[in-house]
């Protein structure tokens, strides 16, 4: 009968096994920590272009109220235009309250997350990183020689800065006089 005898084998970790069970540890954690942070951006570049969006079909629908308002006020007064309170074409700021066109865009000021009602507007409240302007431009066509409406064209660009890196998003829209 042969009986073979081993050698006595290690209980324990060799500094190498340590060295590189810690390494590959340790990599697989800044991999983690890195996902967690790009999905928190993600998060939050989500967040902030969905309000994007919110505000700039806002801006459009307070083009389109004025609109209304004034189709509204034609019924009462035959000297009431469909497009007044609309400037002719320029860049301009207006929020939700808003029954006229009449600030001046300029260099653009930050919308308010006012205070008490959850509206983003130029109120007081607190400060947010998203601006609004909302370029209109009108288009006179002959309505009886073609048949076309007149028009006003709406394009409103909210601009928001995210990791110091600007960020926009572009909604447009033409609102006709169909009366």
Do not use: C
């Not at 340790?26 to 967040?47: E, K």
Request: glycine share 8%; net charge negative; aromatic share 12%.
């Amino acid at each position: 009968m042969i009986f073979f005898q081993n050698k006595k084998t290690s209980r324990g970790f060799t500094l190498l096994e340590v060295l590189v069970a810690t390494f590959i540890i340790t990599i697989s954690m800044i991999g983690i920590v890195g996902l967690f942070q790009q999905t928190v951006f993600n998060t939050v570049f989500s967040a902030s272009k969905l309000t994007a969006a919110y505000l700039a079909q806002e801006g459009i629908e307070i083009v389109r109220n004025i609109r209304d308002e004034n189709w509204l006020r034609m019924r009462g007064d035959l000297n009431a235009q469909w497009d007044e309170n609309i400037p002719d074409s320029g860049d301009w700021e207006a929020d939700y309250s808003s029954h006229s066109l009449v600030s001046d865009y300029g260099t653009g000021t930050n919308l308010n997350l006012v205070t008490g009602s959850g509206f983003y507007g130029y109120d007081p409240g607190i400060p947010t990183h998203f601006k609004r302007k909302i370029t209109v431009s009108k288009s006179d066509i002959s309505v009886p020689a073609d048949g076309q409406p007149d028009m006003i064209k709406v394009i409103v660009q909210v601009e928001w800065t995210e990791k110091n890196q600007a960020h926009y998003l572009t909604a447009q829209e033409n609102l006709y006089n169909w009366r």
